[in-house]
């Protein structure tokens, strides 16, 4: 991850990411140039209050690894062609992660609250400047008007995703109703989450809960520098 110049661009990144500056770009050898993406910092005249309108560092590390491919092997979470499969982004923020799914071939829907949705739009284009094309739609964890609007222009996803999206202040029985509620019923789908460790098991132990009360398993392992305390939550059905 390399993070551009720019006016008031002056904060050391932590974590590989700097959010002051104006525009993120997340590079790799997938791609032939890089991601741009806009982020409204706390330095910023459009930053919105009590919104996530800055990069966090578990984003570059999910978007990494999906990159990277599953395991070592190319292609999506539970082995199909990014080309096949429909991705969805929760809690998207910039929407760095359904960016790199898109650009990777993947058919993209990235979604947050609504007061998150104009940086979205904002990125939508600067990613269709750069020939990656995203959807975006507004999805409040656990709105059922949300839901049956998403469901009913996209239908259901082989692959969510999510990046630092599990905190205990956070809606998350609303999350995981939404994940359950937009998820495809196939073993093939995949629920995949990026963790940040912030001294707080309970929302990721709760969120493990619900799903295995839901029929659904989980694999886990760290993601990148253990140092760094993020992980990665993969759940899929037990069909
Ligand atoms: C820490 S930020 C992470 C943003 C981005 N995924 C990243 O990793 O850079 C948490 C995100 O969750 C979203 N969020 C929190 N509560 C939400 C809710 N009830 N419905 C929809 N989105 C929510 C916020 O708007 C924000 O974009």
Redesign the pocket.
């Given at each position: 991850m390399e993070v551009a110049d720019g006016p008031g661009c002056t904060a050391k990144e932590i974590h590989g990411c700097d959010q002051r500056a104006p525009l993120i770009e997340f590079h790799h050898a997938s791609f032939q140039r890089p991601l741009r993406l806009e982020q409204r910092g706390a330095t910023s005249e459009s930053f919105v209050q009590g919104?996530?309108s800055?990069?966090?560092p578990?984003?570059t590390k999910l978007a990494t690894y999906l990159c990277d491919g599953d395991d070592g092997r190319p292609g999506a979470p539970g082995g199909r062609p990014w080309a096949a499969l429909s991705v969805l982004?929760?809690?998207?923020?910039?929407g760095?992660?359904g960016a790199a799914c898109a650009a990777l071939g993947a058919k993209v829907v990235l979604?947050?609250?609504g007061v998150?949705v104009p940086l979205l739009k904002r990125n939508q284009e600067l990613l269709a400047a750069d020939s990656v094309n995203v959807e975006v739609c507004q999805?409040?964890?656990?709105s059922k008007s949300d839901e049956s609007a998403i469901l009913k222009e996209h239908g259901q996803f082989e692959l969510i995703v999510?990046?630092?999206?599990i905190?205990s202040s956070?809606?998350l029985d609303?999350?995981f109703s939404s994940c359950y509620a937009l998820l495809a019923r196939s073993p093939e789908a995949r629920l995949v989450l990026?963790f940040e460790f912030r001294e707080d098991w309970e929302g990721i132990s709760n969120f493990i809960g619900w799903a295995e009360e839901a029929q659904m398993e989980v694999q886990h392992q760290e993601l990148g520098d253990p140092d760094d305390e993020i992980y990665l939550y993969i759940f899929r059905w037990i069909l």
């Open positions: 919104t996530s800055v990069l966090w578990a984003a982004e929760v809690g998207a923020g910039l760095l992660v979604t947050d609250c998150a999805l409040d964890w656990g999510g990046s630092d999206i905190l956070f809606d609303k999350l990026a």
